[in-house]
């Protein structure tokens, strides 16, 4: 098993910026990918960024790409996710994700990671 806990959310104003971290554990698949996927409310998950193993491979939401950015420490098997002009429209709830395959994960498909975390509040003020 793998786990995965979220931490950095919390309310911001429009224009603002905020950093969230997840830190995996367990079993964790040494090629496994990670990412974020986030649910608004009254909405479904959707993607949010990737990032392959060696982090040498990124992939974004389109509305995101050029806001925030996804990194990571393979060492510490953590992921970070810089979240800079934040927008109302950003306000979710930001969920980490790790799958074995960076391929499956960028479909953006919510049925494809295999692990999630429990997810960290993210609300934008307008």
């Known amino acids: 098993q793998v786990q995965l806990v979220e931490s950095g959310g919390g309310l911001v104003q429009t224009g603002d910026s905020l950093s969230l971290s997840c830190v995996a554990s367990g079993r964790i698949v040494e090629t496994s990918a990670m990412g974020w996927f986030r649910q608004a409310p009254g909405k479904g998950r959707e993607f949010v960024a990737a990032?392959?193993?060696?982090?040498?491979?990124?992939y974004y939401e389109t509305s995101v790409k050029s806001r925030f950015t996804i990194s990571r420490d393979t060492k510490k098997n953590t992921v970070f996710l810089q979240m800079n002009g934040l927008k109302p429209q950003d306000t979710a709830v930001y969920y980490c994700v790790l799958d074995p395959a960076f391929v499956d994960l960028i479909r953006g498909d919510p049925s494809e990671p295999e692990y999630w975390g429990q997810g960290t509040q993210v609300t934008v003020s307008s």
């Open positions: 990032i392959s193993w060696s982090g040498s491979s990124t």
